[in-house]
């Protein structure tokens, strides 16, 4: 059974960095094409991609956040760490973890994805 | 950035009826488009994938169509499990792999 589950802090303050661990269940991060995907959706907006991490360490950004994001993975814990820094109260949103599903050889969605955890930023 | 626009917003529905979701890329994105249904508390659910292929374990009344920019979401007799936000997300320029905003099916 895949499983995702996401854990961190409720509430940073206004430049705080922020550390989100997502624990991963039912696959393992060393398998060939396996990747996972931060994504977060602030209140009443759209969903929005943060990160990503492949199996061979391979990482994409968002653009707009790249100077404020690291992601990392340790295979051993089954985790996949995002740290985002400079934190702000509009990065206040449900962050959710997410394993890509993989078609053929490329990206086709997210087939599981964590509960998603709800972090505000307030001072 | 490909953007991803839903209609409608928020779609009325009766327990039983026919929902017709509507999904459109600025661009085309091939057939490169998954759903997927959300409820409060969750993380959101793989419906389809490949713009018309089931994920494992969808039922059968759910059903995707279109490729380039127009894509429909089909649920032929909404059951009460399926009322919640429903999402389009283009990953043919994957990342970032664009949402739509999001159509919410509400019981009428």
């Known amino acids: 059974q895949v499983t995702l589950k996401e854990s961190g802090p409720v509430l940073v303050k206004p430049t705080e960095t922020l550390t989100l661990t997502c624990t991963v269940s039912g696959f393992s991060l060393s398998n060939a094409r396996v990747g996972v995907s931060w994504i977060r959706q602030p209140p009443g907006k759209a969903l929005e991609w943060l990160a990503h991490i492949f199996s061979n360490d391979e990482k994409s950004y968002s653009t707009s956040l790249k100077s404020r994001l690291t992601i990392s993975k340790d295979t051993s814990k089954s985790q996949v760490v995002l740290t985002m820094t400079n934190m702000d109260p509009v990065d206040t949103a449900t962050y959710y973890c997410?394993?890509?599903?993989?078609?053929?050889?490329?990206?086709?969605?997210?087939?599981?994805w964590g509960q998603g955890t709800l972090v505000t930023v307030s001072s | 950035e490909i953007v991803m626009t839903q209609s409608p917003a928020t779609l009325s529905v009766s327990p039983g009826e026919r929902a017709t979701l509507s999904c459109r890329a600025s661009q085309s994105v091939s057939s490169n488009l998954a759903w997927y249904q959300h409820k409060p508390g969750q993380g959101p659910r793989l419906l389809i994938y490949g713009a018309s292929t089931r994920a494992t374990g969808i039922p059968a009344r759910f059903s995707g169509s279109g490729s380039g920019t127009e894509f429909t979401l089909t649920i032929s007799s909404l059951q009460s499990e399926d009322f919640a936000v429903y999402y389009c997300q283009q990953y043919n320029n994957w990342p970032p792999g664009t949402f739509g905003q999001g159509t919410k099916v509400e019981i009428k």
């Open positions: 997410a394993r890509t599903k993989i078609s053929g050889l490329a990206v086709a969605g997210y087939d599981y």
